[in-house]
C-alpha cells in the first residue's frame, strides 16, 4: 500500500488534478463584475476610471511573458511560487484600499495593485497548465479544454465559497481571492513537473471521465445559480451548496486513484516477467544498445553548430510548421500576427462585454440580484465554451482533420449574436448574451493555445503561450476603455445636463437606458467581424499543414521512449541478478 500511494502522488494523473485544482482557483479576474461595484463606489470612480481598472486587471491576468521566460530556465514550482506572493499582495491591498483600512490609494496605485494580484493568473496557468500540456502533447485539445475550462469554471466556485464564509459582503470576495489561491498552489507545489512523455492508449478516454465530473459540477452550479435567483439563501444553505461543490471538485481523485492502480499493478505483473526471465539458465536478453563514441562527437558537433548561430540570423528563416519555432521566429511569422489580430478583435469584444455586465445590467434597468446571476452565467458557459472547443476541435482534427482555426472563425461569428443583444437591448436579452459571450469568450482560449503549440512547436510554448495571452489586454484597452469607457461617460454628462444638474467631483457617474452601450457594442461587433474575416486567411495558410498527422512525432517519440524504459528494466534486472 505504502508503495501504491506513492504510485498515486508522483503519478501522471494526480498530476493532472493538481492541475485542475490550482487553475480551479486562479479566476479571481472573472469575477471583476461582483466586486467592480464595490471598488467604484468607495473610491468615487467614474466608468472611464473604472474602465481603465479593469484594464490593467486584463494586463496583468494575460501579459505573462516574465512567467513564460522564468518557466523556459527554472522548474514549474519556482514559478508558482512567484504566483503566490504577487496574488496574496495584489487582492490584499485592494481589500485595504476599499474597506478604508489605510488611507485612500491613488489611481495608479489602484492599478498596480490590480495589475500585480491578476499577473499571478498567468503565473499560474505557466506552471501549471503548460507543464501538463509538455506531459500530454497528443491530447493537447483536450488538456486546454479541460483546464481552461476549470479556470472559466472558478467564477462561479469563488462565488459560492465566498457566500459560504462570508455571506453577501461582496468586499470580503476581494479578501477570499488574495488568500485562497495562493494556499492551493503552495499545497500542490512539488507535484506540478515536466514529465517524460509515454503513450498511453486509452489517455482520451481518461480525459473524458475528468470531463464528466467537470460537466456533473458545472450542472450543480448552474442549478445552484437558478435556486439562488428564485429564492433567498440562508448562510447554512450557502454552506451547503459549498460542500457540494468541493465534493464535486474533488470527485476525479476516484478516476486518479483507479488509473494509478491499474498503473501500478501492470508495473507490478512487467517486473515478475522480469525476475522469471532472469531466472532461466542460458536466456537471450537484449541489451540495451550502447550509443558509440563517434555517435556521441557527431550529435555533439550538430549541437554547437546550433548554438553558435546566433538567434537574430535565422528570424525569416523559419522552419515548417509543426516544428520548434524559435520565439523571434514565432513573434515575426505572419501565421502568429493574423492569430493575434484576430484575437485582439474576437477576445476584445467578449471580455469588454463581460467586464461591464454590472453596468450594462443597471443601466437597461435589471434588478441587482440579477447582476451576480450574469456574472455566474458568464463563469459557467465560459467553461462550456472551453471544455467543448477543445474536445470537440480535437475530435474533428484527429477524425475529419477539421483545421481548428476554422473553428475559431465560427467561434467570432457566433460571439457577434450577443452584441447585438446587448446593443438593441432585447427583452431578457442580457440573460441570452451572457450565455453566448460567455461561451465564445471561453472557446476562443483552447483553440489560440492549441493553435500556436501545433504551429510554432512546444520547445518554448511557455513563452509562446503567454505572448498569445497578450492580445486580450490590447483588445479589451482599445474596445474597453477607448470605446465603452469613452461612450458611457458622454451618454451620462448628456444626461446630467439634459436635467440641469451640475456633477460634483467624486461623485458616481450613472448612465441609464439603451443609448448607454449602443453604439459601443454596434462598433464590437463590426470588429469582431472584422477578426473573423482575417481568421480565414490563416485557415487558408494552414490548410495543407491540417491535412496531414500533426501528431505523427510525438507518437515516434513516445514508442522509442518505450523501448528505452523496457530495456532499461531488463537491464535493471540482470544488474540485481
Not at 166 to 182: A, E, M, Q, R, V
Request: glycine share 8%; hydrophobic share 45%; proline share 3%.
Amino acid at each position: 500500500m505504502k508503495n501504491l500511494a506513492l504510485q498515486v502522488l508522483t503519478g501522471r494523473w494526480f498530476m493532472v488534478f493538481s492541475t485542475v485544482l490550482i487553475l480551479s482557483a486562479s479566476g479571481g479576474t472573472y469575477i471583476f463584475g461582483i466586486y467592480s461595484t464595490d471598488i467604484k463606489t468607495s473610491l468615487g470612480y467614474d466608468q472611464t476610471t473604472l474602465n481603465l481598472l479593469s484594464f490593467f486587471k486584463d494586463l496583468g491576468g494575460n501579459v505573462g511573458i516574465l512567467s513564460g521566460l522564468i518557466n523556459e530556465v527554472t522548474p514549474p514550482w519556482v514559478v508558482l511560487s512567484f504566483g503566490a506572493v504577487l496574488n496574496f499582495f495584489g487582492y490584499f491591498m485592494i481589500w485595504l484600499s476599499v474597506t478604508k483600512k489605510i488611507a485612500k490609494p491613488k489611481m495608479w496605485h489602484m492599478c498596480l495593485y490590480i495589475c500585480v494580484g491578476s499577473n499571478s493568473q498567468s503565473f499560474a496557468n505557466t506552471g501549471a497548465l503548460v507543464t501538463c500540456v509538455k506531459n500530454f502533447p497528443e491530447s493537447r485539445g483536450a488538456v486546454l479544454g479541460l483546464l481552461k475550462g476549470y479556470v472559466g469554471l472558478s467564477g462561479a466556485m469563488l462565488t459560492q465559497i465566498y457566500h459560504a464564509i462570508y455571506g453577501n459582503d461582496s468586499k470580503s470576495l476581494i479578501l477570499l481571492i488574495g488568500w485562497l489561491p495562493p494556499v492551493v498552489s503552495l499545497v500542490f507545489l512539488r507535484i506540478i513537473r515536466v514529465m517524460r512523455v509515454v503513450r498511453v492508449e486509452h489517455e482520451m478516454k481518461v480525459f473524458y471521465k475528468f470531463l464528466y465530473t467537470s460537466l456533473g459540477l458545472a450542472g450543480f452550479l448552474m442549478l445552484v445559480i437558478i435556486l439562488q435567483k428564485k429564492m433567498h439563501f440562508k448562510p447554512s444553505e450557502y454552506g451547503l451548496s459549498a460542500s457540494v461543490v468541493l465534493f464535486l471538485l474533488c470527485l476525479p481523485l476516484v478516476v486518479v486513484v483507479k488509473e494509478e492502480f491499474d498503473s501500478w499493478k501492470i508495473k507490478k505483473q512487467e517486473l515478475q516477467s522480469v525476475k522469471l526471465v532472469t531466472e532461466v539458465p542460458n536466456c537471450e536478453i537484449s541489451q540495451p544498445q550502447m550509443v558509440t563514441q563517434s555517435d556521441e562527437k557527431d550529435q555533439e558537433n550538430h549541437n554547437q553548430t546550433q548554438e553558435h548561430v546566433s538567434c537574430w540570423r535565422t528570424v525569416f528563416r523559419a522552419p515548417d510548421r509543426g516544428e520548434d519555432y524559435t520565439i523571434l521566429q514565432t513573434l515575426f511569422s505572419i501565421d502568429m500576427l493574423i492569430l493575434f489580430f484576430a484575437t485582439i478583435c474576437g477576445v476584445g469584444g467578449t471580455l469588454t462585454a463581460i467586464d461591464n455586465l454590472g453596468q450594462i445590467g443597471t443601466s437597461l434597468g435589471y434588478p441587482k440580484t440579477s447582476i451576480s446571476t450574469f456574472v455566474s452565467l458568464v463563469s459557467i458557459w465560459n467553461y462550456l465554451g472551453r471544455v467543448v472547443s477543445g474536445f470537440l476541435s480535437e475530435h474533428f482534427l484527429t477524425k475529419y482533420k477539421f483545421p481548428r482555426p476554422l473553428m475559431l472563425t465560427i467561434t467570432l461569428v457566433i460571439s457577434c449574436l450577443g452584441h447585438l443583444l446587448i446593443a438593441f437591448n432585447v427583452s431578457g436579452g442580457l440573460y441570452v448574451a451572457s450565455i453566448v459571450i460567455g461561451f465564445c469568450f471561453g472557446a476562443q482560449w483552447p483553440l489560440l493555445y492549441a493553435i500556436i503549440s501545433e504551429l510554432f512547436g512546444l520547445k518554448y510554448y511557455s513563452t509562446l503561450y503567454n505572448f498569445g495571452s497578450v492580445a486580450s489586454p490590447i483588445g479589451a484597452y482599445l474596445l474597453n476603455v477607448r470605446v465603452v469607457g469613452y461612450l458611457y461617460d458622454k451618454e451620462a454628462n448628456r444626461q446630467i445636463m439634459a436635467m440641469g444638474k451640475i456633477r460634483k467631483i467624486g461623485e458616481d457617474l450613472e448612465c441609464n437606458g439603451d443609448e448607454c452601450f449602443k453604439l459601443a457594442f454596434l462598433i464590437i461587433t463590426g470588429v469582431t467581424i472584422l477578426g473573423a474575416f482575417v481568421s480565414i486567411i490563416l485557415v487558408l495558410r494552414t490548410r495543407k499543414f491540417y491535412k496531414n498527422d500533426i501528431y505523427k512525432k510525438f507518437r515516434e517519440e513516445a514508442k522509442v521512449a518505450e523501448k528505452e524504459m523496457a530495456m532499461a528494466a531488463n537491464y535493471g534486472g540482470l544488474l540485481k541478478k
